[in-house]
């Protein structure tokens, strides 16, 4: 059974960068799709970017540009790399398994705080 565990969020100004992990414990990321969601205060879960097994890289238009994901050489860390933040990105962001994720990827886990002031 696969835990996910998102770190790396953080306070950073508009313009700066961050960057989140999500880790697999207890397995791996190998052959596997994998998303980031990100919800803020008031609002829904929303998708921000999805990693496919086959590589393949989706990200949503307010993004587009400024993040990007990947999957380290080990097949156990998912990063979101956050450049050129704004405001907006002010969420906490969620990873999952699937696409579409096969659960709430915004409900169960701990996710990461971004504040980006």
């Known amino acids: 059974h696969v835990q996910l565990v998102e770190s790396g969020g953080g306070s950073a100004l508009a313009g700066g960068s961050l960057r989140l992990s999500c880790t697999a414990s207890?397995?791996?990321?190998?052959?596997?799709?994998m998303g980031w969601y990100r919800q803020a205060p008031g609002d829904e879960c929303n998708k921000v970017s999805t990693l496919d097994r086959d590589g393949v890289t989706h990200y949503v238009d307010s993004v587009k540009g400024r993040f990007t994901i990947s999957l380290d050489n080990t097949k156990t860390t998912v990063s979101l790399q956050m450049n050129s933040l704004k405001s907006e990105d002010t969420a906490v962001y969620y990873c999952?398994?699937?696409?579409?994720?096969?659960?709430?990827?915004?409900?169960g886990g701990q996710g990461t705080q971004v504040t980006v002031s």
């Open positions: 999952a398994i699937g696409i579409p994720p096969y659960s709430d990827p915004c409900y």
């Open positions: 207890g397995g791996s990321f190998d052959d596997t799709d």
